[in-house]
């Protein structure tokens, strides 16, 4: 049996597992919430609960004290749920998100396309209102006989509400998407639950804004792009995208037209693994590497959206750090597969992100 | 779905606390504010600074009485039903000994440090995250004196820890520790006490004490940890607050801050070298030896930490590989230390009995087995032929971190360590390649440092001429206070009241 908490002031509801901690169910679910001894001495973690009912399991009575219990407290890496919740945590606001409601929708494939020999665009019908969402979050697809959903960022623009691209890419030896590779048809039918994610655009801010995607890491900017173009947005706009080599280079074109069309769009690529490729004259490396020598290794004044892999965003927020922008002005979906590995690294309690 | 519009937490904290200072216009800012500056640290926008406390005084004196009132309660059961007859073993004590001669003075001189610091910023912020933090560390301290205040009514060297501060030999290891922090300025205080101490090597401080203390029947000190690990929390945050500051308000603060953690991390270890050894020695029931610490609490931890701060061009510590080196050493080589000098300490000093040796053996290993094992049998031998060892001399201490030069050369633990620095045609002699460097990058302020057995030899000791009398100054009674455990007053009265006992407490030893 789980029960559903929502957190003020993002407004974003998580489901909570009979037995875990609320804090545990946050964090898992990409919500950050302070906290540090994690088991009920210190106190960091504590929240306010606006309705609903928790156990308090063994919160010390130092750290979480009666008075506050009295004032409906609690220290979230203690408590398990009585019933549906709403905490609030001292969390800084999201004025930017949209806070669609998450629903259940069925799509129909209308189009497959291989994009690169590794990631194929799917293109799915969605009747009725289609799907509303903010730029850059992603669906959770359910597929027949695969125990879980997976996650894929959507990649059109949402103003095509109707229709909604994927960009999937082949895992080694995934169920998911080796299914979507090979058997997937036209006309096929697949559910799935959206909008999900805090990824998007912080438009209200602003400061130009840069995009730095690796591999299928660019669905998210190609939509966020897409909208802010869309909107007529004025800020300077910059998409670095780096692939392995020219076959697994996508989108080029797309994005090379857009930069032609529109003044303040700057679009680059770099390719690590093209050392026989005569045919690409253009950087090579690693898009971190191309990130620094674009921007001459200073960053000051911007915001960075970072999308793809683990390595890849590591080595992202490192080169940004070094060049004088720090977490508050960086945000990033970061793709975990199975294959990558379950187990987040060893950190430690400096960054509240990364 | 309408939702009416509430403030969220934070911004009804910035709301209630924002524009509660000012720009002076009577003085410049720079004169009101001297201090902040000096240290080179650049503060582009105090603004930024992020509030790790977001507590009004209102809600804090509410909490924090509430925790007054349980604590309080708990330590007068505690007293009511004779609690220092539950502890492990009487040996126990020169932990809580320890502690309140070398620690608890330490908590107030924080609450000094953190006063002054205060005063310091002139970003609001940081003023009072550091004034509230001076009024925690007050009560720590008035905490902790009436936790253990319990035990002085039975256990012997107790009775005048104040005196003793200013005075013991040994205690000039953490009384010069606080006072190079609190002599340094307001940015340098914060990140060797918030960051360093606090955050980075707190685990190693906190949890051999309050864990052994619960492992060691001693409710007092255990109910005390409770209550003052809740303010620790925001203590550590205050730490990682004020580094990620200064690394992100300007690029020229970052190899400032990298050469205060360079010093403090390595005297922060090396004053916890005290606190190995009470783990390793003190505890009858151990509950973690030095090393196993040491490897969760630095290794791991410690190690995550310095690779996030890298993001920011911060790299490890110097001399880290060195502590990692010494972590099967330094607790054996400081109790030895203790021990033949233990006619001079306000605790009593003894060779572990053979299932601490068993214990040691299994956690350190055939370097134990070598080298600390056959030292600590000869000298039971020799204490229990009635000749029990002690150094009636005063040993040579680091210019830096007080601790006499007695530690062993990093690659070899049969060698001796010293380095001679010079600074004014004068030499000083330091522990390591750690206090040297610390020493030769502040020479000025370290000739200043107040050595006691230099002190002790000028007669600024009452006139002492031997060790004797140096302890009679302390207010020590030989063989009371000091000396040898087996034997003492402390021991004979446990001896005496385990024998009382209606119910038999001895059994409690096995039980565990």
């Given at each position: 049996m789980s029960y559903q908490v929502t957190i003020e002031p993002l407004g974003d509801t998580i489901e909570v597992e009979e037995g875990q901690t609320i804090l545990d169910a946050a964090l898992r679910a990409g919500i950050w919430l302070?906290?540090?001894?994690?088991?009920?001495?210190?106190?960091?973690?504590?929240?306010?609960?606006?309705?609903?009912?928790?156990?308090h399991n063994h919160a010390s009575s130092f750290a979480l004290m009666d008075i506050e219990r009295d004032e409906n407290k609690t220290l979230a890496c203690c408590a398990t749920l009585e019933s549906d919740l709403v905490i609030e945590a001292e969390i800084d606001e999201e004025p930017d998100a949209a806070g669609y409601a998450v629903e259940d929708s069925v799509g129909v494939v209308a189009r497959i396309e291989a994009l690169t020999p590794t990631i194929k665009g799917i293109w799915l019908d969605v009747e009725g209102d289609g799907v509303a969402f903010q730029a850059g979050q992603y669906i959770n697809l359910?597929?027949?006989?695969?125990?879980?959903?997976?996650?894929?960022?959507?990649?059109?623009?949402?103003?095509?509400?109707?229709?909604?691209?994927?960009?999937?890419?082949?895992?080694?030896?995934?169920?998911?998407?080796?299914?979507?590779?090979?058997?997937?048809?036209?006309?096929?039918?697949?559910?799935?639950?959206?909008?999900?994610?805090?990824?998007?655009?912080?438009?209200?801010?602003?400061?130009?804004?840069?995009?730095?995607?690796?591999?299928?890491?660019?669905?998210?900017?190609?939509?966020?792009?897409?909208?802010?173009?869309?909107?007529?947005?004025?800020?300077?706009?910059?998409?670095?995208?780096?692939?392995?080599?020219?076959?697994?280079?996508?989108?080029?074109?797309?994005?090379?037209?857009?930069?032609?069309?529109?003044?303040?769009?700057?679009?680059?690529?770099?390719?690590?693994?093209?050392?026989?490729?005569?045919?690409?004259?253009?950087?090579?490396?690693?898009?971190?590497?191309?990130?620094?020598?674009y921007f001459g290794g200073n960053f000051a004044g911007h915001k960075a959206y970072l999308c793809g892999p683990p390595p890849m965003i590591d080595a992202c927020i490192t080169t940004l750090m070094q060049g004088r922008l720090f977490e508050e002005h960086i945000f990033m979906e970061s793709f975990l597969t199975a294959a990558d590995g379950a187990e987040p690294a060893r950190r430690s309690a400096l960054f509240k992100k990364f | 779905m309408a939702k009416a519009k509430r403030l969220g937490l934070k911004e009804r904290y910035s709301l209630m606390?924002?524009?509660?200072?000012?720009?002076?216009?009577?003085?410049?800012?720079?004169?009101?504010?001297?201090?902040?500056?000096?240290?080179?640290?650049?503060?582009?926008?105090?603004?930024?600074?992020?509030?790790?406390?977001?507590?009004?005084?209102?809600?804090?004196?509410?909490?924090?009485?509430?925790?007054?009132?349980?604590?309080?309660?708990?330590?007068?059961?505690?007293?009511?039903?004779?609690?220092?007859?539950?502890?492990?073993?009487?040996?126990?004590?020169?932990?809580?000994?320890?502690?309140?001669?070398?620690i608890t003075p330490l908590e107030y001189a924080a609450h000094r440090g953190f006063a002054h610091a205060g005063r310091a910023f002139r970003g609001a912020g940081a003023r009072v995250a550091c004034q509230m933090q001076s009024i925690d560390e007050l009560r720590h301290a008035q905490t902790q004196l009436h936790a253990f205040s319990h035990y002085n009514k039975f256990f012997n060297g107790m009775h005048g820890f104040a005196h003793l501060r200013d005075r013991a030999w040994y205690l000039s290891i953490p009384?010069?520790?606080?006072?190079?922090?609190?002599?340094?300025?307001?940015f340098e205080f914060v990140t060797s006490i918030s960051f360093a101490f606090?955050?980075?090597?707190?685990?190693?401080?906190?949890?051999?004490?309050?864990?052994?203390?619960?492992?060691?029947?001693?409710?007092?000190?255990?109910?005390?940890?409770?209550?003052?690990?809740s303010d620790e929390?925001?203590?550590?945050?205050?730490?990682?607050?004020?580094?990620?500051?200064?690394?992100?308000?300007?690029?020229?603060?970052?190899?400032?801050?990298?050469?205060?953690?360079?010093?403090?991390?390595?005297?922060?270890?090396?004053?916890?070298?005290?606190?190995?050894?009470?783990?390793?020695?003190?505890?009858?029931?151990?509950?973690?030896?030095?090393k196993e610490a040491w490897e969760i609490y630095w290794e791991e931890n410690g190690i995550a930490l310095f690779h996030d701060l890298s993001r920011y061009g911060i790299r490890l510590p110097k001399y880290h590989e060195v502590a990692t080196k010494e972590k099967t050493r330094v607790t054996h080589e400081l109790w030895a230390t203790l021990y033949q000098y233990g006619n001079a300490l306000g605790l009593h000093t003894w060779v572990p009995e053979d299932e601490e040796l068993d214990w040691m053996s299994e956690k350190y290993g055939d370097l134990f087995d070598t080298m600390y094992r056959p030292r600590l049998l000869f000298l039971r031998e020799q204490e229990q032929a009635g000749n029990r060892y002690f150094n009636n001399r005063l040993p040579m201490v680091c210019q830096v971190c007080q601790i006499p030069v007695f530690y062993t050369e990093p690659d070899d633990p049969q060698k001796q360590c010293v380095r001679i620095v010079e600074w004014a045609d004068t030499k000083h002699h330091c522990c390591s390649d750690g206090c040297a460097d610390i020493f030769n990058r502040e020479p000025e302020k370290f000739v200043q440092s107040l050595i006691p057995p230099q002190q002790i030899y000028r007669g600024d000791a009452g006139g002492a001429r031997d060790i004797f009398e140096y302890a009679e100054w302390l207010h020590l009674k030989k063989d009371i206070d000091t000396g040898e455990y087996n034997g003492s007053p402390?021991?004979?009265?446990?001896?005496?009241?385990?024998?009382?006992?209606?119910?038999?407490q001895a059994n409690s030893d096995e039980a565990a």
């Open positions: 302070p906290y540090a001894c994690n088991h009920g001495l210190c106190g960091t973690c504590k929240v306010e609960v606006l309705e609903g009912e928790v156990e359910s597929i027949d006989g695969v125990e879980h959903p997976r996650a894929f960022s959507i990649a059109s623009a949402p103003s095509q509400a109707n229709s909604i691209e994927l960009n999937i890419r082949l895992v080694d030896g995934g169920e998911a998407t080796g299914f979507l590779h090979s058997q997937l048809a036209i006309g096929d039918r697949l559910s799935f639950t959206a909008p999900l994610g805090r990824f998007f655009v912080r438009k209200s801010a602003p400061e130009p804004v840069m995009f730095l995607a690796g591999g299928s890491g660019l669905s998210s900017p190609k939509s966020m792009i897409l909208d802010l173009l869309e909107a007529g947005d004025s800020r300077e706009i910059t998409l670095l995208y780096g692939a392995r080599n020219r076959a697994e280079l996508y989108y080029y074109d797309l994005f090379s037209g857009l930069a032609a069309d529109h003044a303040n769009f700057t679009y680059r690529a770099a390719l690590s693994d093209a050392a026989e490729d005569d045919s690409w004259d253009g950087p090579r490396g690693f898009v971190h590497e191309l990130a620094a020598a | 606390t924002r524009g509660l200072d000012w720009e002076t216009t009577y003085q410049p800012m720079d004169e009101v504010f001297p201090y902040d500056k000096y240290e080179g640290i650049k503060i582009i926008d105090w603004d930024k600074w992020e509030d790790p406390f977001r507590l009004t005084m209102e809600s804090y004196w509410k909490y924090q009485s509430e925790k007054e009132r349980k604590l309080y309660a708990i330590l007068d059961a505690f007293q009511q039903n004779n609690g220092q007859l539950n502890i492990s073993d009487a040996r126990y004590m020169n932990a809580v000994k320890l502690w309140l001669q070398g009384k010069s520790f606080f006072e190079d922090a609190m002599s340094a300025g307001p606090e955050y980075v090597l707190t685990n190693l401080l906190f949890m051999p004490f309050v864990s052994g203390a619960a492992y060691n029947g001693d409710m007092a000190t255990t109910t005390f940890g409770f209550s003052a690990q929390s925001r203590h550590m945050t205050l730490g990682l607050e004020v580094v990620k500051f200064m690394l992100e308000q300007h690029e020229d603060n970052v190899p400032i801050v990298q050469a205060w953690l360079d010093k403090w991390f390595w005297r922060g270890y090396r004053l916890l070298g005290l606190v190995g050894t009470m783990m390793d020695y003190m505890l009858p029931k151990k509950v973690m030896s030095w402390d021991h004979q009265n446990w001896e005496a009241w385990q024998s009382q006992q209606p119910t038999p």
